[in-house]
T-cell receptor
Framework: DGGITQSPKYLFRKEGQNVTLSCEQN?????MYWYRQDPGQGLRLIYY???????QKGDIAEGYSVSREKKESFPLTVTSAQKNPTAFYLC?????????????FGDGTRLSIL | QQQVKQSPQSLIVQKGGISIINCAYE??????FPWYQQFPGKGPALLIA???DVSEKKEGRFTISFNKSAKQFSLHIMDSQPGDSATYFC???????????WGAGTKLIIKP
């Protein structure tokens, strides 16, 4: 089955620690996205990538980093500079990097602070 | 101008009733309006989308109504079922832009 796989489902971060969230897709999509979801708020874009080896900052990129070395993979690192990392993180992909393309989402990673 | 305002924040509807969720926008350049459905612990999934050249789009029990002059669009769920209980997000974007602007979401509960 084609889809997006996010791992782990739950993740805990200690103070001063960087953590990496995995996102893999087998849909052969060009574009991939990372969103942060907080209770009572819509999805906020962290980073997006329209093509391999290229990515752009979204609205809330501070304290996060990404890489796009392979078409299938778009890992997100939450660095120690992100002071309020507790949230539900969603990865998505679309066939092309345009907003009128349906975005397919993974089932998310819930990150908490120890 | 980049905001999409969604209401209500939460909604309880009896089984068989009509659920109505509203969204409003300011940016007249927006011309793509999707609705996503999200179940607990899952990612959102595209439900239905509309462009401003039509005033209404229907897919099964789900209908989007669009009022270009009022800059509003709404989702109607007819004959609401307990399985429709989920969080619904509206979104908007200028066509061919990279970024969707998301509403804050509506938590819908359908009572049996």
């Amino acid at each position: 089955d084609g889809g997006i796989t996010q791992s782990p489902k739950y993740l805990f971060r200690k103070e001063g620690q960087n953590v990496t969230l995995s996102c893999e897709q087998n849909l052969n999509h060009d574009a991939m996205y990372w969103y942060r979801q907080d209770p009572g708020q819509g999805l906020r874009l962290i980073y997006y990538s329209q093509i391999v080896n290229d990515f752009q900052k979204g609205d809330i990129a501070e304290g996060y980093s990404v890489s796009r070395e392979k078409k299938e993979s778009f890992p997100l690192t939450v660095t120690s500079a992100q002071k309020n990392p507790t949230a539900f993180y969603l990865c998505a992909s679309s066939a092309r990097g345009y907003s009128n393309q349906p975005q397919h989402f993974g089932d998310g990673t819930r990150l908490s602070i120890l | 101008q980049q905001q999409v305002k969604q209401s209500p924040q939460s909604l309880i509807v009896q089984k068989g009733g009509i659920s109505i969720i509203n969204c409003a926008y300011e940016n007249t350049a927006f011309d793509y309006f999707p609705w996503y459905q999200q179940f607990p612990g899952k990612g959102p999934a595209l439900l239905i989308a509309i462009r401003p050249d039509v005033s209404e789009k229907k897919e099964g029990r789900f209908t989007i109504s669009f009022n270009k002059s009022a800059k509003q669009f709404s989702l109607h769920i007819m004959d609401s079922q307990p399985g429709d209980s989920a969080t619904y997000f509206c979104a908007a974007s200028p066509d061919s832009n990279y970024q969707l602007i998301w509403g804050a979401g509506t938590k819908l509960i359908i009572k049996p």
